[in-house]
């Protein structure tokens, strides 16, 4: 099947280079393009994309906010956050909000193609270290109301389920999660769901900050 691809970013360069490398790809399809996070909101109720390539400092309405908006409306998009820095304080808000990952502005065709198509799939798109480095030092903006209401969930979960939210933390995929503890991939994704069902989460990588941010896992 296609993946349908929505770009919003406020250059115009960004957006046709980004459109001309991702239409080159067999397999996906940008449908449209927004210029700011409003017309974002938008074009993703009206397309209705599997992914959406989303700037986060853009007029009228940032990439956060944006993002915040389109998960809120539960829309089956999934945000795929740009940015020109990789530890970025945006960022970190932005997976807060919703979003699936982020990639660099800088990234290859192939990475780019790649990244769309892992956050297509309900995969997390975190590359481990910088990840860990984002929470790390960002992690001072979590609200503790937030972080009491998500410690106390964490209780609700199974020693299992613990492990695999530890793993997903770590950056493994369900197949790698399914290898290390030798059961079927099948087994972990009830995991994962499960997992995101008890602490209110919408997607692993959510359930990756809440790792972080509950310090069930530590950066090393």
């Known amino acids: 099947?296609?993946?349908?691809?929505?770009?919003?970013?406020?250059?115009?360069?960004?957006?046709?280079?980004?459109?001309?490398?991702?239409?080159?790809?067999?397999?996906?399809?940008?449908?449209?393009?927004?210029?700011?996070?409003?017309?974002?909101?938008?074009?993703?109720?009206?397309?209705?994309?599997?992914?959406?390539?989303?700037?986060?400092?853009?007029?009228?309405?940032?990439?956060?906010?944006?993002t915040r908006e389109i998960v809120a409306a539960d829309a089956s998009a999934k945000v795929l956050v740009l940015t020109t820095f990789d530890l970025d304080e945006y960022v970190y808000q932005a997976l807060r909000a919703g979003a699936s990952g982020f990639l660099l502005k800088d990234a290859s065709a192939r990475q780019l193609a790649d990244g769309v198509r892992v956050v297509a799939a309900g995969e997390a798109l975190l590359a481990p270290s910088v990840t860990r480095r984002l929470i790390t030092e960002f992690s001072r903006l979590s609200d503790t109301p937030r972080l009491a209401s998500a410690a106390q969930a964490y209780g609700e979960l199974t020693e299992r389920e613990t492990e695999v939210l530890v793993l997903i933390a770590q950056g493994l995929s369900n197949a790698e999660i399914a290898e290390r503890l030798v059961v079927a991939e099948s087994t972990i994704k009830t995991h994962v769901s499960r997992i995101l069902v008890k602490l209110g989460l919408r997607d692993r990588t959510q359930a990756a900050v809440f790792a972080y941010e509950t310090r069930l896992v530590t950066p090393s």
């Open 1 to 66: 099947m296609t993946i349908r691809v929505l770009i919003a970013d406020d250059q115009m360069m960004v957006r046709e280079g980004f459109s001309v490398l991702l239409n080159a790809m067999p397999d996906i399809e940008v449908v449209g393009e927004a210029v700011n996070g409003r017309e974002a909101v938008r074009r993703v109720r009206e397309l209705a994309p599997d992914v959406v390539l989303m700037d986060i400092r853009m007029p009228e309405l940032n990439g956060i906010e944006a």
